[in-house]
């Protein structure tokens, strides 16, 4: 049998999309931070959130 062990997530990095989502309907943010983007990468940065209990 197969077990499946879920962490949860304290700190991650997400895309602005994601952190819009998340924020929307989350009340479980601590705080969060941006991270700009390095020169030559495809993207418009990264959002760096930190979850007062956890994300399963």
Same mark, same amino acid.
Do not use: C, W
């Given at each position: 049998?197969?077990? &499946?062990? &879920? #962490? ?11 952190? &819009? #989502?998340?924020? /929307? ?7 969060? $931070?941006?991270?700009?983007?390095? &020169? ?5 940065? #990264?959002?760096?959130?930190?979850? $007062?209990? /956890? #994300?399963?």
């Amino acid at each position: 049998m197969n077990k &499946l062990i &879920l #962490r949860p997530v304290k700190t991650e990095q997400l895309t602005a999309v994601q952190f &819009l #989502r998340v924020s /929307g309907k989350s009340h479980n943010i601590e705080k969060s $931070r941006f991270i700009p983007p390095k &020169l030559g990468d495809n993207d418009f940065g #990264r959002f760096e959130v930190t979850y $007062r209990n /956890g #994300r399963p």
